[in-house]
């Protein structure tokens, strides 16, 4: 199943992880460490194309922070962007081969080291993030802006699970209105994103249905969902029509017709279903977005039921309360395997492969906790 196309780095001063290193800041808290090993690919394909180096270092600029990174999850966004796929991409991410070399968006680490002007971390802190990639190597620099402190009782493992997949379920709840009370359908709801959505539709009272492969149902369950249904038993048009109030679409593949059809109509005293888009099959060229400019034309039509795709961005504030969800167990990362950062080939080609439940993580620092 799929999930959201990632959107090119929105985060002002973002600097990608460099290979080589530049040259030294002279303002930067310095580390002994000088060499790290990482993955790195020099153009698009797939997990073949990813290959281990040993490398320098990098150092933060002004408003950096290095960080020893303690796990780092990864998402369909990093094949998507390993790939280069749709072509639609690379006009933001590399024409030719990909700008940032070595994957991994989500991380969680320790601050080893600091830029002249930050001033919101500091040596020692324990950090998590969403990055615009680097995450499988040893160290990565990032901006300070788009990392947040990961609470003590909040292991690295379950904390690097949370960023990019548990923002854009987030942000998915936030666009649809999810509140107590309403139904709401997740498609696609034993990934990455899925178990998250289910799990906050749930904790702001919701009643949720599922659509999830036959395998996870039991886990959905678990995570909030009152009734779970096998796609490859049932259709989503198959389901009652008129009873939603909101459908989070993360699959990506029913039709829309038959999915604004399941969405209760508005009236002169209520507003109709939303349906959320957060991606979708579709060509080699576009991806999901040509799926997502024919939502557009259809949704005038919709006797006040509405349509909107999610552009989903990092928000380091979102990923700080996701932390503190998880902190306090009203949430929690699904995760279905990790891998040591000498095997993250072999993770990158399970997250390739698709139907992945949960999360992958690949652990950097072997003895970490969960």
Known sequence: MSTRIPAPDQTPNATPNAIPSPTPNAGATPTRTRTMDAWIQNHYGGPDTAHVV???VPNPGHDEVLVRVRATSLNAADTHIMRGDPLLLRLFFGIRRPKERTRGRDVAGTVTAIGPDVV???VGDEVLGELAGGGLAEYVKAPASRLVRRPANLGPIAAAALPLAGGTAWQ???SGGVAEGRRVLVIGASGGVG????????HRGAEVWALCGARSRGLVEQLGASRTFDYTQ????????????VIIDIAGTAPLRALRSLLRPGSRKQRGGTLVLVSGEGGRVLGPIGRMLRAALLAPSGRGRRIRPLAAVTKPDVTSRLAALAADGSIRSVIERTWPLGEAREALAHVDAGHT??????L???EDPT
């Open 54 to 56: 040993r490398a320098d």
């Open 120 to 122: 919101e971390l500091a």
């Open 172 to 174: 998915a709840i936030e």
């Open 195 to 202: 178990t998250f959505a289910v799990q906050l539709a749930a």
């Open 234 to 245: 049932t259709d989503a048009s198959a389901l009652p029509p008129a009873s939603f109030d």
């Open 357 to 362: 439940v949960g999360k992958v993580v690949v």
């Open 364 to 366: 950097i620092t072997p």
